[in-house]
């Protein structure tokens, strides 16, 4: 498994496997707790897995959470995403870029996305699974959503979008958002 730094994300880094593929199809690691601990992140903060199902066109995003906020590792199992990160961290070197990746069921890359990043992502297969591992328990107290279309972050979403949640639906601008985040 090699990791690599994300430029537009400081401390955002991509994991790629080394899979084994033979007639039967593939097979490969997908976390390593050493080369985690080797960027020097603790795996052992890593507490909940979750799985979403999307067809395509479904978006889902942009999301962050307030306080402490909420790293998190993740990964398309199955079908192909659009994956957006929003660098939301005042004193970032790498304060509001946006980085757009497109993660996949083929490739098994996963995407360490910092504590104070927005995320958000689109299906752009039939149906894409996307798992995530998260490092600190739910509390739907400290959910803050973005508007997918804010100008300011001009998101080139590459399909239509066919669904979303209503919070999604209804969510504020990046500034309106921010000022949710701060309070």
């Given at each position: 498994?090699?990791a ?7 401390g ?6 080394t ?32 799985l979403?199902?999307?067809v395509?066109?479904?978006l ?23 994956d957006v ?8 070197p ?35 699974d996307?798992?995530?591992?998260i490092?600190r328990?739910?509390d739907p ?8 279309d ?11 979008v066919?669904?979303?949640s ?18």
């Amino acid at each position: 498994m090699k990791a690599t730094e994300v430029p537009e994300i400081d401390g955002a880094y991509l994991f790629e496997p080394t899979p084994h593929a033979d007639e039967r199809g593939f097979f490969c690691r997908t976390f390593d707790a050493d080369v985690v601990r080797s960027l020097g992140l603790d795996p052992d903060t890593f507490i909940q897995d979750s799985l979403s199902r999307s067809v395509q066109g479904v978006l889902r995003g942009l999301h962050l959470r307030s306080g402490a906020g909420e790293a998190k590792l993740v990964r398309c199992s199955s079908g192909k995403i659009f994956d957006v990160v929003v660098d939301l961290r005042p004193g970032s070197p790498t304060y509001r870029n946006v980085a757009t990746f497109e993660l996949s069921g083929e490739t098994q890359v996963t995407l360490y996305i910092p504590a104070g990043c927005a995320h958000g992502f689109q299906a752009l297969t039939g149906t894409a699974d996307t798992s995530y591992r998260i490092d600190r328990p739910h509390d739907p107290a400290e959910d803050v959503t973005i508007a997918h279309d804010d100008p300011e972050l001009a998101i080139a979403w590459p399909l239509p979008v066919t669904s979303m949640s209503q919070r999604d639906r209804e969510a504020p601008s990046l500034a309106e958002a921010l000022k949710q985040k701060e309070s």
